[in-house]
């Protein structure tokens, strides 16, 4: 079994950045897709990005953050981020760490994750 743990959340204005860390214990990670979902408040929680296991080759991100999330894998670490740019307001919301043992398109699906952290928020002001 694995424990997920995100930080790196907290409040930022708009057009700042931030890096969420999502820090895995009880196994490597190397060998499974991670990904982050958020759930902003009385909305669905909703893919964000995601990255292939092992070398971390492909990665997808949903059209709401594509060319200002990156989300990257260190295995030597155990720990996958998100590095946030030009954040909106509307990216508001509880940051959710997940792996799972699928291809990194089925880490769109959050049916498919099989761990996940308890999240960390970003308040995004304007």
């Known amino acids: 079994q694995v424990q997920l743990v995100e930080s790196g959340g907290g409040l930022v204005q708009a057009g700042g950045s931030l890096r969420l860390s999502c820090a895995a214990s009880?196994?490597?990670?190397?060998?499974?897709?991670m990904g982050w979902f958020r759930q902003a408040p009385g909305k669905e929680r909703e893919f964000v990005a995601a990255i292939s296991r092992w070398s971390g080759s492909s990665t997808i991100y949903a059209d709401s953050v594509k060319g200002r999330f990156i989300i990257s894998r260190d295995n030597a670490k155990n720990t996958v981020y998100l590095q946030m740019n030009s954040l909106k307001p509307e990216d508001t919301a509880v940051y959710y760490c997940a792996s799972a043992s699928t291809t990194v398109q089925g880490m769109g699906d959050a049916s498919r994750v099989d761990y996940w952290g308890k999240g960390t928020l970003v308040t995004v002001s304007s």
């Open positions: 009880g196994r490597s990670i190397s060998g499974y897709a």
